[in-house]
């Protein structure tokens, strides 16, 4: 089979596309699996860093990475509701960036209706993370306020659709005005540029200060984010793409009431399958009664594959970027 092949880490120039082995039937998660001649797989920020081995699951080398796969089964385990045929989108954590992949049972779930394997390779690690941010986490309630950083992403774009879908006013911030119409096509009330003074201006356009910042960009964003917070606010921790792990003190929480939680939705699902299934049963409910979608920016294909994670490393995604295989 064709497969993206990660050889040295080297960023995105060590990528490249080959014929390897089909994959072994063994997942470190579950001996429950799912055979899946992959349609698509969705390429996102994680997989970049895997690049350089900057991230925090770093298989070793050579490896075919891609976390997440939308495509057709072709073998389940016996007693799975799952079948030969049946037309699926599911987390392999590594391996997806090929045309055939394996998956765990409990991280694979039936394409809804009406969502096109482009879409599905797209949903579950964005738009499952967006709904384990806002409300697990953050708590979101109808009426209050939302801020999201890197909001044309593709993780961004799912926190405005979530946010906006749970009745919450979203503020995004973005660093261009294209990106801008991104944010607001996912569910963006409003939108700030990241260039300019964005404190200044969520404050005119939220005096009161606003209720939740969920940050995947993480470095410099920190400080003026708790400024822009009013009382007993909430600043979601997802991620670090300036760079930096941002710091904290602690009398800055004091002062205002203000909780700083992390949202590490992989760390708490990928061993909890009932968690796992409870969070994509909501996301699935949201596509089918509110018409959820993931924003899908960009579709390439296999031997496009260095130019997808170059969108990445370059800061020109918009939305969620999927490999086809074609
Ligand atoms: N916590 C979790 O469970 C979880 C799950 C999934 C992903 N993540 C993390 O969430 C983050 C976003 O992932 P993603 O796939 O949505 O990435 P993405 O599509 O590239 O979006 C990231 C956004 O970050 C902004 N950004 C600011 N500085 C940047 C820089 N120096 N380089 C690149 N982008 C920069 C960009 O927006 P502007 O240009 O508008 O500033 C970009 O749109 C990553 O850190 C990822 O690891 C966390």
Redesign the pocket.
């Known amino acids: 089979m064709r497969a993206v092949v990660i050889s040295e880490l080297t960023g995105p120039s060590g990528i490249s596309v080959a014929d390897v082995p089909e994959p072994a039937l063994t997942h470190e998660l579950s001996d429950r699996l799912v055979v899946i001649d992959v349609k698509a797989a969705g390429v996102?920020?994680?997989e970049?860093?895997q690049t350089w081995g900057k991230?925090q699951h770093a298989p070793e080398l050579p490896f075919t990475p891609g976390l997440e796969v939308s495509g057709i089964v072709r073998t389940a385990p016996e007693g799975s509701r799952l079948s030969p045929g049946d037309h699926v989108m599911a987390m392999t954590n590594v391996g997806g960036l090929a045309e055939v992949a394996v998956a765990p049972e409990f991280m694979t779930f039936a394409l809804p209706e009406n969502v096109t394997f482009a879409e599905g390779a797209a949903t579950i690690?964005?738009l499952h993370?967006a709904y384990?941010?806002l409300h697990l986490r953050a708590r979101v309630n109808a009426g209050e306020t939302v801020v999201v950083?890197?909001?044309?992403?593709?993780?961004?774009?799912?926190l405005c659709s979530i946010a906006a879908i749970a009745g919450a006013r979203v503020v995004a911030?973005?660093?261009?005005p294209a990106?801008a119409e991104v944010a607001r096509a996912a569910g963006a009330n409003d939108t700030v540029l990241?260039d300019g003074d964005w404190r200044a201006e969520i404050r005119s356009l939220v005096p009161a200060g606003v209720n939740i910042v969920c940050d995947?960009?993480?470095?410099s964003r920190l400080i003026d984010s708790l400024r822009v917070l009013a009382p007993l606010g909430r600043y979601v921790?997802?991620?670090?793409?300036?760079?930096e792990v941002s710091q904290v003190k602690t009398n800055r929480l004091l002062l205002n009431n203000l909780d700083v939680v992390?949202?590490?939705?992989?760390?708490?699902v990928r061993h909890d399958p009932v968690a796992f299934r409870k969070i994509g049963d909501e996301v699935i409910r949201l596509m089918n009664d509110h018409q959820l979608r993931p924003v899908v920016g960009h579709q390439l294909g296999l031997d496009e594959a260095a130019a997808a994670f170059a969108l990445?490393?370059d800061?020109k995604?918009?939305?969620?970027?999927v490999v086809e295989m074609r």
């Not at 921790?237 to 760079?243: F, I, K």
């Open positions: 996102s920020f994680p970049l860093l991230y690690l964005n993370t384990f941010a950083h890197g909001a044309a992403g593709g993780l961004g774009t799912a911030v973005v660093s261009s990106k990241s995947p960009v993480g470095g921790v997802l991620g670090y793409t300036e760079g992390g949202a590490g939705w992989g760390a708490f990445l490393a800061r995604a918009m939305g969620k970027i």
